[in-house]
């Protein structure tokens, strides 16, 4: 969604998950959460990738070391 102040994107994304967690509870593997968070912020409208991978930037040279975002808003 262009446009949007980050105060404006933080609050429909707080808003998700609270609506997650208020759905669902506690005590659930985070998969879980994740997926039904993802489902919510692409039902908002928001542009949402899952398990983007994260190189780390040493020297100046991109390295692969696993890291993997959980999602990218």
């Known amino acids: ?3 949007m102040s980050e105060s404006e994107l933080s609050y429909k994304i707080i808003g998700c998950a ?3 967690h208020t759905e669902l509870g506690p005590d ?4 879980a959460y994740e997926e039904c968070l993802f489902y919510e912020l ?3 409208g ?3 990738e899952k398990q983007k ?4 930037i040493y020297h100046e040279v991109k390295l692969d070391a696993g890291y993997r975002i959980d999602l990218l808003v």
């Open 18 to 20: 609270m609506k997650v």
């Open 28 to 31: 659930l593997l985070e998969n």
């Open 42 to 44: 692409v039902q908002a």
């Open 53 to 56: 991978a994260l190189p780390l």
């Open 1 to 3: 969604m262009l446009g």
């Open 46 to 48: 928001l542009n949402v």
